[in-house]
């Protein structure tokens, strides 16, 4: 548990090995990132829910520069001077903001299908790419949903169900998508404004500036197929000075999922840069 002054951070951690801190996507979602322990053997994994969803606090403020803090609070609370830091879709740009921020504290970066760095960072272009996937099996109820929700007030149960109808449309092939894991939640409020902030920092073009000046070594893995344009990507990468990319062949959103090994094996071509 990591204590800041505004709630506590719960997460966990494991394994031997140099470490490597894990952020989830979202944002407001409940941590997920347990899906990577094949391809983080071999290394000290530690990951921890973001604010906004229980076990850690439910508190704000739900901005890019607390999810900064919380993330060095929580190397502090494990007395981890510096590690690799490993960032999915939201959890991607927040590991490029940390690493600006607190540069000392990040070995590395591994980015894997992240948002763009400018303008709306490909967020639009994802949400309309997701809906045109709807299984036709959810069609009906996705569209009831969206006529209620049009005149009603969202509530936390609403915009889990609404993830959960869209969330085959993350993989490359919907059809064959794994369930929607049963304990995954999404917080309204956590998610709205954390995105609200992360457009005012894509808006003004700082943030994007900022990276071409980030000498960290970074590796980006991108789903070919997935709703989030891998261009995003592949033009933030760009801008690094010592950036790599791998874009997944038929791949998804998720790409350890079709193509186990890409993370594990972006991760050691990290480890073999890191001075």
């Not at 980030?214 to 010592?242: I, N, Q, W, Y």
Request: aromatic share 6%; proline share 8%; with cysteine.
């Amino acid at each position: 548990m990591a204590h800041t002054d505004i709630g506590d951070i719960t997460g966990m951690h494991d394994g031997d090995g140099f470490p490597v801190l894990l952020l989830h996507g979202g944002p407001g979602l409940t941590d997920y990132m347990g899906q990577l322990d094949a391809e983080t053997r071999g290394y000290r994994r530690i990951r921890y829910q973001q604010r906004g969803t229980k076990p850690s606090t439910l508190d704000g403020p739900f901005t890019v520069a607390r999810h900064v803090a919380d993330a060095v609070a929580v190397l502090d609370a494990l007395g981890i001077d510096r590690a690799i830091v490993a960032g999915h879709s939201w959890g991607g740009h927040l590991a490029l903001q940390l690493a600006l921020a607190r540069p000392t504290r990040v070995a590395a970066l591994l980015i894997i299908d992240p948002p763009g760095s400018d303008g709306d960072g490909g967020l639009p272009a994802a949400a309309a790419e997701l809906e045109a996937r709807i299984l036709p099996s959810n069609r009906a109820r996705a569209d009831e949903l969206t006529r209620y929700l049009a005149t009603h007030a969202a509530t936390e149960d609403d915009v889990t169900e609404v993830l959960a109808l869209r969330w085959p449309g993350y993989y490359a092939d919907p059809a064959t998508a794994p369930p929607f894991p049963p304990a995954m939640r999404l917080s309204l409020r956590a998610n709205a404004e954390t995105i609200a902030s992360l457009y005012e920092e894509l808006g003004n073009g700082a943030f994007a500036t900022a990276l071409t000046t980030l000498t960290v070594p970074a590796a980006f893995v991108l789903g070919e197929k997935s709703p989030v344009p891998h261009r995003c990507g592949e033009s933030t990468a760009a801008t690094m000075p010592d950036a790599e990319v791998s874009v997944i062949a038929g791949a998804g959103h998720l790409p350890w999922h079709e193509h186990p090994g890409c993370v594990a094996a972006a991760l050691e071509r990290l480890r073999g840069r890191i001075t």
